[in-house]
């Protein structure tokens, strides 16, 4: 089955390592079914342009500003990424949402900007510990779900895909169970149904300690459309297998 792979660098690695991981991935991955979507920091944007050129392989950003334009210094706007040949942007990552404070509005206005400039969004959503241990993750996920889609007609959903990502099982080594995943997902999955309708299609990734020795059995869950790499893919040997899999 195909399925969207696709890598968060986070704040790692320098603009000079992106010609050889690039032209890497772009021949270990060759003739690949998968979509593969890399997401580096925006000063690699440039390279990876390059040296991805001619293969199938995307490039995401990892942020993106609510507004158009104007005085927002440090901030990087959608037209920005767009012309800089960036296809996605992950949106509402939990980084951001814990260090740098963004709100549910603010993510809602962030996808909002993003499809009217053209960009596709990867949206994420997912419980902390203590949420899930008070046995409050269904309710969380999908209030986090209703805030970041209000007002996102049902055709702008082709343009969005979910990356169910448990804060708990991010870069800690553990990921969610397999049944947690198919659970969570499910709970996501009738939420879009019920704020559209039965027949919305949605793409929904996992993300969490995803590896070189586990993500076969999670990526190959009929009830996912992909997965979210963190640290994995930082290492473009491993990011390669995953990548390429047959699932
Ligand atoms: P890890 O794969 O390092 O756990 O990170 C997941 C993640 O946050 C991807 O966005």
Sequence with gaps: MRKIIISN???N???SD???YSMQLATKTAGSKNKIIVCPPYTHFCIAKQFLDGSKIEIGAQNVSDVEAGKNTGEISAS???DAGVTYCIIGHSERRSKFKESDRLINKKIKMALSQGLKVILCIGEDKVTREAKGACAF???QLDDALKGIYEN???SVIIAYEPIWAIGTGKTATLKDI???VGVLRKEIAYLYNDKTKINIVYGGSIDINNYKKIISLPCLDGALIGGASL???NFSVIARENY
Aim: proline share 4%; net charge neutral.
């Design 9 to 11: 660098f986070k704040m």
């Design 156 to 158: 702008e959903l082709e």
């Design 13 to 15: 690695t320098v603009p």
């Design 235 to 237: 290492d473009v040997d």
């Design 141 to 143: 996920v999908k209030n």
């Design 80 to 82: 920005m990424l767009k």
């Design 182 to 184: 198919e659970k969570m």
């Design 18 to 20: 992106m010609k050889a």
